[in-house]
Protein backbone atom coordinates (compact mmCIF):
# COMPACT_ATOMS: atom_id res chain seq x y z
CA UNK A 1 0.00 0.00 0.00
CA UNK A 2 3.05 2.13 1.05
CA UNK A 3 4.43 1.70 -2.28
CA UNK A 4 1.82 2.18 -4.57
CA UNK A 5 1.20 5.78 -2.27
CA UNK A 6 4.81 6.28 -3.38
CA UNK A 7 4.31 5.69 -7.12
CA UNK A 8 1.76 7.70 -7.17
CA UNK A 9 2.87 10.88 -4.87
CA UNK A 10 3.02 13.21 -8.07
CA UNK A 11 -0.35 12.05 -9.61
CA UNK A 12 -1.91 12.41 -6.04
CA UNK A 13 0.10 15.82 -5.42
CA UNK A 14 -1.58 17.13 -8.92
CA UNK A 15 -4.86 15.89 -7.79
CA UNK A 16 -4.84 17.56 -4.64
CA UNK A 17 -3.87 20.97 -6.11
CA UNK A 18 -6.64 20.80 -8.63
CA UNK A 19 -8.82 20.41 -6.06
CA UNK A 20 -7.61 22.76 -3.69
CA UNK A 21 -7.63 25.60 -6.45
CA UNK A 22 -11.63 24.59 -7.36
CA UNK A 23 -12.60 24.21 -3.80
CA UNK A 24 -10.85 27.81 -3.00
CA UNK A 25 -12.66 29.15 -5.90
CA UNK A 26 -15.84 28.49 -4.40
CA UNK A 27 -14.64 29.87 -0.69
CA UNK A 28 -13.61 33.35 -2.72
CA UNK A 29 -16.50 33.40 -4.34
CA UNK A 30 -19.98 32.52 -1.99
CA UNK A 31 -19.53 35.18 0.23
CA UNK A 32 -19.19 38.09 -2.65
CA UNK A 33 -22.53 35.92 -3.43
CA UNK A 34 -23.55 36.46 0.21
CA UNK A 35 -23.10 40.00 -0.12
CA UNK A 36 -24.44 41.33 -2.89
CA UNK A 37 -27.61 38.91 -1.76
CA UNK A 38 -27.65 40.85 1.36
CA UNK A 39 -26.92 44.56 -0.32
CA UNK A 40 -29.27 44.24 -3.33
CA UNK A 41 -31.80 41.66 -2.80
CA UNK A 42 -34.07 44.10 -1.25
CA UNK A 43 -34.64 44.96 -4.58
CA UNK A 44 -37.32 42.64 -5.33
CA UNK A 45 -37.99 38.57 -5.42
CA UNK A 46 -36.01 38.33 -8.98
CA UNK A 47 -32.34 38.99 -7.75
CA UNK A 48 -32.91 37.28 -5.05
CA UNK A 49 -33.86 33.70 -6.89
CA UNK A 50 -31.39 34.50 -8.95
CA UNK A 51 -28.98 34.46 -5.81
CA UNK A 52 -29.82 31.49 -4.14
CA UNK A 53 -29.62 29.68 -7.75
CA UNK A 54 -25.92 30.32 -8.00
CA UNK A 55 -25.26 30.00 -4.55
CA UNK A 56 -26.80 26.35 -4.01
CA UNK A 57 -24.90 25.52 -7.85
CA UNK A 58 -21.54 26.88 -6.44
CA UNK A 59 -21.81 24.79 -2.77
CA UNK A 60 -23.18 21.41 -4.02
CA UNK A 61 -22.00 21.15 -7.38
CA UNK A 62 -18.25 22.94 -7.69
CA UNK A 63 -17.29 23.46 -3.53
CA UNK A 64 -18.73 20.04 -1.86
CA UNK A 65 -17.28 17.90 -4.46
CA UNK A 66 -14.02 19.75 -4.34
CA UNK A 67 -13.75 19.42 -0.50
CA UNK A 68 -13.74 16.17 -0.72
CA UNK A 69 -11.45 15.61 -3.14
CA UNK A 70 -8.69 17.92 -1.29
CA UNK A 71 -9.00 15.90 1.77
CA UNK A 72 -8.55 12.45 0.46
CA UNK A 73 -5.78 13.25 -2.06
CA UNK A 74 -4.47 14.76 1.23
CA UNK A 75 -4.96 11.91 2.79
CA UNK A 76 -3.42 10.16 0.81
CA UNK A 77 -0.39 12.76 0.77
CA UNK A 78 -0.26 12.49 4.46
CA UNK A 79 0.00 8.61 4.47
CA UNK A 80 2.79 8.41 1.55
CA UNK A 81 6.30 7.49 2.82
CA UNK A 82 8.92 10.50 3.29
CA UNK A 83 6.44 13.45 2.69
CA UNK A 84 5.11 14.79 6.76
CA UNK A 85 7.59 14.93 9.54
CA UNK A 86 5.79 15.38 12.48
CA UNK A 87 8.63 16.63 14.08
CA UNK A 88 8.46 19.66 11.56
CA UNK A 89 6.45 22.66 12.75
CA UNK A 90 4.61 23.03 8.73
CA UNK A 91 2.70 19.90 9.31
CA UNK A 92 0.43 21.61 12.42
CA UNK A 93 0.31 24.87 10.85
CA UNK A 94 -0.78 22.98 7.49
CA UNK A 95 -3.58 20.99 9.56
CA UNK A 96 -4.80 24.76 11.89
CA UNK A 97 -5.24 26.19 8.30
CA UNK A 98 -7.32 22.80 6.69
CA UNK A 99 -9.27 22.87 9.74
CA UNK A 100 -10.06 26.39 9.68
CA UNK A 101 -10.59 26.53 5.96
CA UNK A 102 -13.10 23.59 6.42
CA UNK A 103 -14.60 25.13 9.36
CA UNK A 104 -15.22 28.31 6.82
CA UNK A 105 -16.79 26.47 4.52
CA UNK A 106 -19.36 24.92 6.90
CA UNK A 107 -20.09 28.09 7.81
CA UNK A 108 -20.69 29.54 4.21
CA UNK A 109 -23.35 26.47 4.19
CA UNK A 110 -24.89 27.47 7.27
CA UNK A 111 -25.34 31.26 6.37
CA UNK A 112 -27.02 30.00 2.71
CA UNK A 113 -29.53 28.09 5.09
CA UNK A 114 -29.62 31.30 6.99
CA UNK A 115 -30.19 33.92 4.19
CA UNK A 116 -32.70 31.12 2.47
CA UNK A 117 -34.69 31.71 5.74
CA UNK A 118 -34.54 35.44 5.42
CA UNK A 119 -32.30 35.71 8.47
CA UNK A 120 -28.50 36.55 6.88
CA UNK A 121 -25.86 38.70 8.07
CA UNK A 122 -25.27 42.34 6.84
CA UNK A 123 -22.97 42.86 3.76
CA UNK A 124 -20.32 44.05 5.40
CA UNK A 125 -19.91 41.12 7.75
CA UNK A 126 -19.70 38.88 4.54
CA UNK A 127 -17.26 41.60 3.68
CA UNK A 128 -15.44 41.07 6.63
CA UNK A 129 -15.42 37.55 7.06
CA UNK A 130 -14.53 37.63 3.52
CA UNK A 131 -10.98 38.18 4.82
CA UNK A 132 -10.32 34.87 6.20
CA UNK A 133 -10.04 32.21 3.49
CA UNK A 134 -7.44 34.51 2.40
CA UNK A 135 -5.56 34.38 5.45
CA UNK A 136 -5.76 30.88 5.85
CA UNK A 137 -4.73 30.26 2.56
CA UNK A 138 -1.40 32.26 3.19
CA UNK A 139 -1.03 30.20 6.18
CA UNK A 140 -1.33 27.00 3.97
CA UNK A 141 0.84 27.59 1.35
CA UNK A 142 4.01 29.43 3.55
CA UNK A 143 3.39 25.78 5.74
CA UNK A 144 3.79 23.67 2.36
CA UNK A 145 6.23 25.29 0.58
CA UNK A 146 8.79 27.14 2.94
CA UNK A 147 8.40 24.37 5.01
CA UNK A 148 9.51 25.64 8.28
C1 LIG B 1 -8.11 19.25 2.98
C2 LIG B 1 -7.12 18.80 3.73
C3 LIG B 1 -5.68 18.88 3.27
C4 LIG B 1 -4.73 17.97 3.57
C5 LIG B 1 -4.91 16.72 4.43
C6 LIG B 1 -3.51 18.40 2.90
C7 LIG B 1 -2.26 17.76 2.94
C8 LIG B 1 -1.21 18.01 2.10
C9 LIG B 1 0.04 17.27 2.07
C10 LIG B 1 0.41 16.15 3.02
C11 LIG B 1 0.80 17.78 1.06
C12 LIG B 1 2.17 17.25 0.58
C13 LIG B 1 3.29 18.19 0.87
C14 LIG B 1 4.51 17.75 0.09
O1 LIG B 1 4.40 17.05 -0.92
O2 LIG B 1 5.59 18.11 0.50
C15 LIG B 1 0.04 18.85 0.45
C16 LIG B 1 0.46 19.61 -0.62
C17 LIG B 1 -0.10 20.80 -1.00
N1 LIG B 1 -1.24 21.35 -0.45
FE1 LIG B 1 -2.51 20.44 0.85
N2 LIG B 1 -3.75 19.57 2.22
C18 LIG B 1 -5.07 19.92 2.43
C19 LIG B 1 -5.69 21.07 1.96
C20 LIG B 1 -5.05 22.08 1.26
C21 LIG B 1 -5.59 23.40 0.99
C22 LIG B 1 -6.93 23.93 1.49
C23 LIG B 1 -4.66 24.08 0.24
C24 LIG B 1 -4.69 25.48 -0.33
C25 LIG B 1 -5.17 26.53 0.28
C26 LIG B 1 -3.55 23.17 0.00
C27 LIG B 1 -2.45 23.47 -0.77
C28 LIG B 1 -1.44 22.58 -1.06
C29 LIG B 1 -0.39 22.82 -2.05
C30 LIG B 1 -0.25 24.06 -2.94
C31 LIG B 1 0.44 21.68 -2.03
C32 LIG B 1 1.67 21.41 -2.90
C33 LIG B 1 2.94 21.90 -2.24
C34 LIG B 1 4.17 21.45 -3.01
O3 LIG B 1 4.40 21.92 -4.11
O4 LIG B 1 4.88 20.58 -2.53
N3 LIG B 1 -3.81 21.98 0.67
N4 LIG B 1 -1.17 18.98 1.10
Given amino acids: MTDLLALAYPWTKALHVMAVISWMAGLFYLPRLF ?9 GPEPVQSFR ?12 PAMVV ?13 IVDWTMVW ?3 KAAGVLGMTWFHMWLAGQRKALLAGHG ?3 RRYRMMNELPTLLMAL ?6 VKF
Fill in 91 to 93: PWT
Fill in 121 to 123: LTG
Fill in 53 to 64: IMEEKLLRMIMN
Fill in 70 to 82: SWVAGLALVLTPG
Fill in 35 to 43: VYHAERGQQ
Fill in 140 to 145: IVLSVI
